[in-house]
Nanobody
Framework: QVQLVESGGGLVQAGDSLRLSCAASGRTFSSYASGWFRQAPGKEREFVAG????????STIDSVKGRFTISRDSAKNTVYLQMDSLKPEDSAVYYCAAGQSIWTIRRNSGIAYWGKGTLVTVST
């Protein structure tokens, strides 16, 4: 069993940065790829970024390329999402997920574990 706990969300102004953390409990977390999703009010949950189980491969959606960076620290069982140059349209609840691979996570398929989310609000 793996539990995922997100932190680092908050209220910031456009252009600011935030770093989200996803702390995992459970010895098997290193066996999973990880990803971040977000869901804005009235919208569907969407994939944002994913990272392979060894951190060697990453994937991000076009709208955040060059601004968001996903990374993982296996020793700390933690996945991060560094978010720079934030825009109001980035406002959402951000969720951490663990799954079989980046590619299944990207398709929102076969997600084994979800966190409960952390709220990011970007003001103009």
């Amino acid at each position: 069993q793996v539990q995922l706990v997100e932190s680092g969300g908050g209220l910031v102004q456009a252009g600011d940065s935030l770093r989200l953390s996803c702390a995992a409990s459970g010895r098997t977390f290193s066996s999973y790829a990880s990803g971040w999703f977000r869901q804005a009010p009235g919208k569907e949950r969407e994939f944002v970024a994913g990272i392979s189980l060894n951190g060697g491969s990453t994937s991000t959606i076009d709208s955040v390329k060059g601004r968001f960076t996903i990374s993982r620290d296996s020793a700390k069982n933690t996945v991060y999402l560094q978010m720079d140059s934030l825009k109001p349209e980035d406002s959402a609840v951000y969720y951490c997920a663990a799954g079989q691979s980046i590619w299944t996570i990207r398709r929102n398929s076969g997600i084994a574990y979800w966190g409960k989310g952390t709220l990011v609000t970007v003001s103009t």
